[in-house]
């Protein structure tokens, strides 16, 4: 099982290594759509992502639970617990 | 972005093993570096004998079992495809499997408007549903959806089958808003009578007079405009419904 600390490190690496992001703009209260300027579509990159670094694979009413970067945490820990 | 590993590109086409399927395996074999997966529903002969002629060509591809109506086989086929081969990108996806189960629409049955649907509308969904993840994330694709004069106009007798293609005309339009960002066109292709197993039975002697060219059309001219659309080169053309028929519908 991970934990939480772990998920949230590898999810970061991955958010400022393919998503582009500033490290100082992470924080878990920062809204994710608008922190990785997604489009409609960009959320299959992150799909991909969280596939590749954690082997689940979120779908469309995960991403409707999901606001802020905690929210993002939160939803891949429960889907990987 | 990390750097995009370069992958071996496959062309898929439904019902690929005979008629305008066949041709256009083909025509992409002529034109195209496309790997070629040739998806057939029972007739495993043809497809073989397609298969054949790719590779005569300079081509390869190989065969892909499933009935596009079925969303469960499509699935797992696809899937385990995908498996299977971690170092490929279906970049063509060429909807062309359908049926036809002619009636007046007075006699027809439930279960014939349902098969119609079912794999010429729904066989769309499928298929295309499956990979447009795949698609989205290489950033290129083409979907071809063969459709038909019939779902443009609509054919007496065709009900079924020129509902059917008139939703998926309605879905390649709509299809092709959703991800044109992303250097996918989706757009369709409208055989009038062209020279197949599905055009057998109908009096081609007859029919030619209302064609102005006067001739039914061959496999191998769609094919052309199919291998066109695949290619880069039609890269600005998307959402649109071309007309191949000889003259019958403008």
Same mark, same amino acid.
């Given at each position: ?81 | ?140 694709? !083409? ?38 960002? !992303? ?31 006067? !001739? ?35």
């Amino acid at each position: 099982m991970m934990d939480k600390e772990e998920i949230i490190k590898k999810t970061n690496e991955f958010l400022i290594d393919e998503f582009e992001v500033d490290e100082e703009d992470i924080c878990p209260n920062a809204n994710l759509k608008e922190t990785l300027e997604l489009d409609s579509l960009d959320y299959v990159d992150l799909v991909v992502s969280v596939e590749s670094n954690f082997n689940v694979k979120l779908n469309a009413d995960d991403f409707a639970e999901i606001e802020t970067l905690q929210d993002f945490y939160d939803v891949i820990e429960k889907k990987l617990n | 972005m990390k750097e995009k590993v370069e992958k071996i590109k496959y062309a898929l086409v439904t019902g690929g093993s005979r008629g305008i399927g066949s041709a256009i395996c083909i025509q992409l074999a002529k034109d195209s570096n496309y790997k070629l997966l040739i998806n057939y529903k029972g007739n495993k002969e043809a497809a073989q004998a397609t298969l054949e002629k790719v590779i005569e060509l300079g081509g390869s591809g190989e065969l892909l079992q499933f009935d596009v109506a079925n969303a469960e086989q499509v699935n797992s086929v696809l899937d385990s495809w995908h498996e299977n081969h971690k170092d490929a990108v279906i970049e063509v996806v060429v909807n062309n499997a359908g049926i036809t189960k002619d009636n007046l629409f007075m006699w027809m049955k439930t279960e014939d408007w349902k098969s119609v649907i079912d794999t010429s509308l729904n066989g769309f969904f499928n298929v295309t549903n499956n990979l447009i993840q795949k698609l989205l994330v290489n950033r290129y694709g !083409r979907i071809i959806n063969m459709v038909s004069v019939s779902g443009l106009k609509g054919t007496a007798g065709q009900t079924n089958y020129s509902a059917a293609k008139g939703a998926v005309i309605a879905a390649t339009k709509a299809l092709a808003q959703e991800v044109a960002k !992303r250097k996918i066109t989706v757009n369709a292709v409208a055989p009038g009578f062209i020279v197949s197993d599905m055009t057998n039975d109908l009096d081609e002697k007859e029919l030619k007079k209302m064609i102005p060219i006067n !001739r039914f059309g061959k496999a191998e001219e769609v094919a052309h405009l199919v291998s066109f659309l695949a290619s880069e080169k039609s890269s600005y053309i998307t959402g649109e419904v071309i007309n191949i028929n000889g003259g019958i519908y403008s």
